[in-house]
């Protein structure tokens, strides 16, 4: 396959559409239920829903890759199996996949489908990329956030398989203890639920002097003063007060924007198949937009022409965007 396939965000039938149109050469979603990461009310594709947008994008060219890529707890893995199965019976291009034994399953009941590897999986090593290789049978590794294109392109030489990188939106990083955190206290699990502060218990409130706090499960998360813009309230990226921290700090981590786009020469050039731009969650408006202007961008390199990217700074809503590790020239 040639380098540089742009993945797209469908968090709905409407989402997904408009980014086919906007040029994807593949979109990523997931069924309603606790088998994907952004497991959120209004959002996610009925079996029906996903058989029509199967056939709305490759009669447009565009692949279709069903996200499973939460943990199955003890005893539940019928529903992982079954979405497996529902989505190989519609006719996905890829599964992408985090846990081992929906890997096997998959590999097992289903040989003729494509594994991609989810970056929930946290594979950052060859070792344990060719592991799942060897294994299952996987065809791409979705990279995680922490790599250094140096990293990247020594990593690539040494897998039997395609890259996959996120190039645009959340910068969150899922597979670590701080996402036990949001577990504590809400009951759910980013990594076995699919949910991450659950909407449910998410609450802001307006304060006299025009503030306002976010609150998740009667828990204040973050306070923010009356022009700055209310962000959603994950524990992850809250603002907290300590004794010697008395104004409020980022414990964990600022909430930013990733934005690789000044980095998408290297990463090609690093070896990279395929770029994913992060927002399930986002309107069609954004989906439109960052597809659009990275369609255009990736064409531009391809060609040899210069890319403009200036129209995706408007499309952070307002977060300091980052680079992130990917930025750093040397090894860590």
Request: charged share 20%; net charge neutral.
């Amino acid at each position: 396959m040639s380098l540089a396939e742009l993945i797209c965000p469908a968090g709905t039938p409407a989402a997904l559409r408009t980014a086919v149109d906007a040029g994807a050469d593949a979109v990523y979603c997931g069924f309603q239920d606790a088998t994907n990461a952004r497991n959120f009310p209004g959002l996610n594709f009925t079996p029906d829903e996903l058989a029509e947008a199967v056939g709305y994008a490759h009669a447009r060219g565009t692949k279709v890759l069903l996200a499973l890529n939460t943990y199955p707890p003890a005893g539940k893995v019928d529903l992982w199996r079954h979405a497996a199965d529902t989505g190989a019976r519609l006719g996905v291009d890829a599964f992408i996949v985090a846990d081992m034994g929906v890997a096997d399953y998959i590999a097992r009941s289903h040989p003729q489908m494509r594994l991609h590897l989810s970056v929930q999986a946290a594979a950052s090593s060859p070792e344990a990329i060719r592991y799942y290789c060897e294994s299952f049978g996987v065809k791409r590794v979705v990279l995680p956030r922490i790599l250094t294109i140096p990293e990247i392109r020594q990593i690539r030489g040494e897998i039997p398989c395609e890259i996959e990188t996120f190039i645009f939106g959340n910068h969150g990083l899922m597979v670590e203890g701080r996402c036990s955190l949001t577990n504590y206290l809400t009951g759910q699990s980013t990594n076995m639920d699919g949910v991450c502060s659950p909407a449910e218990q998410v609450d802001y409130a307006r304060h006299a002097d025009g503030s306002m706090s976010s609150r998740l499960a009667g828990v204040t998360i973050d306070c923010f003063g009356p022009e700055e813009k209310a962000g959603y309230p994950t524990i992850c990226k809250g603002r907290y007060t300590a004794p010697h921290r008395p104004e409020g700090y980022y414990a964990f981590e600022e909430p930013v924007s990733l934005n690789l786009s000044r980095l998408l020469p290297e990463l090609i050039e690093a070896g990279v198949h395929a770029f994913k731009i992060e927002g399930r969650q986002r309107s069609k408006s954004y989906v439109r937009g960052v597809v659009r202007a990275f369609r255009q961008a990736v064409d531009d390199i391809r060609a040899g022409r210069q890319a403009n990217m200036a129209d995706l700074v408007a499309l952070t809503e307002g977060q300091k965007q980052t680079q992130g590790a990917f930025e750093t020239k040397k090894w860590r």
